[in-house]
């Protein structure tokens, strides 16, 4: 069954701490993203990758880390420098300019 | 990207048409315009998209003017399922620009 995955479904992050939230597909998409939610708002752009060992910042890139050792993976580090990291976070998929998948999101909460 | 100016909401009726409009006035030639909706603490579903001719699938119709300044989304049999948040996205991914921008949406709220 084709899509995109999400893990875990809550995380909860103490302070000080860094954690990461898993994306994963498998329908052999080249292009992937990690958009952030905030309660009522639209979607923001933290990481794009366009193809596997390289990625660009989006428009909220601060405080976050991304790798893309592999096609099918695009893990994202919620450091410590983020300051407000409680949101909603999305990751998407796609193949070079076509039409964006997304993937069940990852809620991430501060104790 | 253009920008858009969505309803805030909508009401419809179980197993009616709903329609959902979407000015994108500013809109350029090569912008796609797209629709994803987006069900309460879910992520964006695709739902359907067109540059210039009226589409159609399995979920839903796309109405394009034929100056491209509006679109409107038809769902031809709204049921509760349907009950979420539209957004209406112009889009030109050709361009290098790869983020889609999502703006407050439309509610559509279908009434039993």
């Known amino acids: 069954d084709g899509g995109i995955t999400q893990s875990p479904k809550y995380l909860f992050r103490k302070e000080g701490q860094n954690v990461t939230l898993s994306c994963e597909q498998n329908l052999n998409h080249d292009a992937m993203y990690w958009y952030r939610q905030d309660p009522g708002q639209g979607l923001r752009l933290i990481y794009y990758?366009?193809?596997?060992?390289?990625?660009q910042k989006g428009d909220i890139a601060e405080g976050y880390s991304v790798s893309r050792e592999k096609k099918e993976s695009f893990p994202l580090t919620v450091t410590s420098a983020q300051k407000n990291p409680t949101a909603f976070y999305l990751c998407?998929?796609?193949?070079?300019?076509?039409?964006?998948?997304f993937g069940p999101g990852t809620r991430l909460l501060v104790l | 990207d253009a920008k858009t100016t969505q309803p805030t909401s909508m009401d419809c009726a179980e197993g009616r048409a709903a329609n959902l409009p979407c000015n994108h006035s500013?809109?350029?030639?090569?912008?796609?315009v797209y629709w994803y909706r987006q069900i309460h603490s879910q992520g964006p579903q695709y739902i359907i998209h067109?540059?210039?001719n009226n589409e159609t699938n399995e979920m839903a119709s796309l109405i394009i003017t034929e100056d491209r300044k509006s679109s409107t989304l038809i769902l031809p049999h709204a049921t509760l399922r349907d009950t979420a948040v539209y957004y209406c996205i112009p889009h030109d991914s050709g361009a290098g620009s790869y983020q889609l921008t999502f703006g407050k949406g439309t509610k559509l709220s279908v009434i039993p």
């Open positions: 067109g540059l210039k």
């Open positions: 500013t809109i350029s030639g090569n912008e796609y």
């Open positions: 998407a998929s796609s193949t070079a300019g076509g039409t964006q998948y």
């Open positions: 990758s366009q193809i596997v060992n390289d990625f």
